[in-house]
T-cell receptor
Framework: DSGVTQTPKHLITATGQRVTLRCSPR?????VYWYQQSLDQGLQFLIH???????AKGNILERFSAQQFPDLHSELNLSSLELGDSALYFC????????????FGPGTRLTVL | AQSVSQHNHHVILSEAASLELGCNYS??????LFWYVQYPGQHLQLLLK??????LVKGIKGFEAEFIKSKFSFNLRKPSVQWSDTAEYFC???????????FGKGTTLSVSS
């Protein structure tokens, strides 16, 4: 158990819908990262938040957005879902600073039908 | 853009065999390198990391990796694998901003007893 929790574990929805994935970082970690793992693209960085502020963006679609709340949990919002959005979405957290290990959550498996 | 390539997509070994998984990265500057493992149904866990110093890094569960700057490589090794090492292995490098992890496509290791 890494100490990072993600809900839900599985999500099945239809094209065009909107979903919200939730992540709670390890106690004391200020940074939250979101990654997408798909068969064709592998593991890709989406976005990084630090203490409530967006710090970096990766290959995140405009249909996707995220935020980090005052209690440091984070939500990833995916809208206008397409079949290709089906993937495993991981959240990771780390303490402040660039040289610290990222601890990964168990992931949310999203299936878009 | 930085990239990571893992040479082997799927490796099949018998117990007690030696393991070496290849990893090459593209960036020529200062690099922070990682190997993560994902056991079936579990989250990504850090095996080992290299930031600086001794290029031979020892990690958990008997794994080690050697950073060879001239070859842009960070290969993972284990002298004698066990059935419990069956998992997917990911090599990663921190991006130039020191924020996100850039992952290779992963290598699936299957160990037969």
């Amino acid at each position: 158990d890494s100490g990072v929790t993600q809900t839900p574990k599985h999500l099945i929805t239809a094209t065009g819908q909107r979903v919200t994935l939730r992540c709670s970082p390890r106690s004391g970690d200020l940074s939250v990262y979101w990654y997408q793992q798909s068969l064709d693209q592998g593991l890709q960085f989406l976005i990084h938040y630090y203490n409530g502020e967006e710090r970096a963006k990766g290959n995140i679609l405009e249909r996707f957005s995220a935020q980090q709340f005052p209690d440091l949990h984070s939500e990833l919002n995916l809208s206008s879902l397409e079949l290709g959005d089906s993937a495993l979405y991981f959240c990771a957290s780390s303490v402040a600073g660039a040289y610290n290990e990222q601890f990964f959550g168990p992931g949310t498996r999203l299936t878009v039908l | 853009a930085q990239s990571v390539s893992q040479h082997n997509h799927h490796v099949i070994l018998s117990e007690a065999a030696s393991l070496e998984l290849g990893c090459n990265y593209s960036y020529g500057g200062t690099v922070n390198l990682f190997w993560y493992v994902q056991y079936p149904g579990q989250h990504l866990q850090l095996l080992l990391k290299y930031f600086s110093g001794d290029p031979l890094v020892k990690g958990i569960k008997g794994f080690e990796a050697e950073f060879i700057k001239s070859k842009f490589s960070f290969n993972l090794r284990k002298p004698s694998v066990q059935w419990s090492d069956t998992a997917e292995y990911f090599c990663a490098v921190k991006d130039q901003a020191g924020t996100a992890l850039i992952f290779g496509k992963g290598t699936t290791l299957s160990v037969s007893s």
